[in-house]
């Protein structure tokens, strides 16, 4: 990929961490402070994208490698139509998961050799890599409770195993490159949460706050 202007934030985590959360107060904060910007999530973002996450989400079909297939059209629709024109206009885009998604939960947690998954990811998003990545990280325990009142998707209804290794995948993900990953702890204070990814981009990328 030739050089792109923007910057790529991306946002992962174990269901319930509250990445979702964290993005949307992100992008908030940059139209309050006049920063242009993009927020994206996968799977999803697109109209084919968006239909695909309802498959991955409902379809009872599918197995790991289904999935990683599934993940990596979407992907692709949506690293090609959306986030790299607003990198090349010179964009920050937010990214509600990215790659590493399945890394860990097709990988680590459904077992498919890590090499599939990287070259797949790799022609999928066009070779494109984010600036900077928040592991936002929760106990399995404290995923099941935040989501014991919410109507469970394929995904959630997966076993403590299930999850036990996604988040141990996550984990060992983020340790193995430090220079792009900041790891929060999910369970503070969504407001604390938000300032300490506002200050970790800062001193990253020096964003300029008001």
């Not at 030739?2 to 959360?21: A, H, M, P, Q, Y």
């Not at 090609?80 to 990215?98: M, N």
């Amino acid at each position: 990929m030739k050089n792109l202007s923007g910057k790529l934030i991306v946002f992962e985590g174990v269901e319930g961490c509250g990445k979702t959360t964290q993005s949307q107060l992100l992008s908030k904060y940059f139209y309050d402070n006049n920063i242009d910007h993009l927020l994206v999530r996968e799977p999803g973002g697109t109209e084919t994208g968006e239909q695909i996450r309802s498959i991955l989400l409902h379809s009872e079909e599918l197995n790991g490698l289904s999935e990683l297939f599934l993940l990596s059209a979407a992907r692709q629709i949506l690293i090609s139509q959306k986030v790299i024109p607003a990198l090349e206009s010179g964009k920050i885009v937010i990214s509600d998961r990215f790659y590493f998604s399945s890394l860990a939960y097709q990988g680590y947690a459904r077992g498919i050799d890590e090499s599939i998954i990287l070259n797949l990811s790799k022609v999928a998003s066009l070779e494109i890599s984010p600036d900077i990545a928040f592991l936002l990280d929760i106990s399995t325990s404290q995923s099941f409770n935040r989501k014991i009142n919410d109507t469970k998707d394929r995904f959630e209804r997966e076993s403590s195993t299930f999850h036990n290794s996604v988040r141990n995948g996550y984990l060992s993900i983020a340790k193995s490159d430090q220079d792009l990953w900041r790891i929060i702890e999910g369970d503070k204070q969504v407001s604390e949460v938000h300032q300490e990814i506002i200050f970790l981009l800062n001193e990253k990328l020096s964003l300029i706050t008001q």
